[in-house]
Nanobody, 114 residues
């Protein structure tokens, strides 16, 4: 089992920044990838960014250049979000992939509004 706990969400003005964190615990030794997903109201959950155990990073086109994903030996996962827009408003979920199984956190809400 893998446990994921997100933090760092909140209300921010357009153009501002937020840093999300995800604490990863449990059987972390076989995690192949960690990622951030988000779900906006009325929309499907979408991938924001992920990082593999080998350090490869991938970003969604609509956040590339604004968001930065990082991880410390799979014990935590961070998402630095800069130049936020109202379109970034969503619940953000931390995800871990281990032995073909997806694990999810409870989500943290990000609201971008003036």
């Amino acid at each position: 089992q893998v446990s994921l706990v997100e933090s760092g969400g909140g209300l921010v003005q357009p153009g501002g920044s937020l840093r999300l964190s995800c604490e990863v615990s449990g059987m972390i030794f076989s995690i192949s990838a960690l990622g951030w997903y988000r779900q906006a109201p009325g929309k499907e959950r979408e991938l924001v960014a992920f990082i593999t155990s080998g350090g490869y990073k991938k970003y969604a086109d609509n956040v590339n250049g604004r968001f930065t994903i990082s991880s410390n030996n799979a014990k935590n996962l961070n998402l630095q979000m800069d130049r936020l827009t109202p379109d970034d408003t969503a619940v953000y979920y931390c995800n871990a992939l281990r032995d073909g199984i997806d694990y999810w956190g409870q989500g943290t809400r990000v609201t971008v509004a003036s």
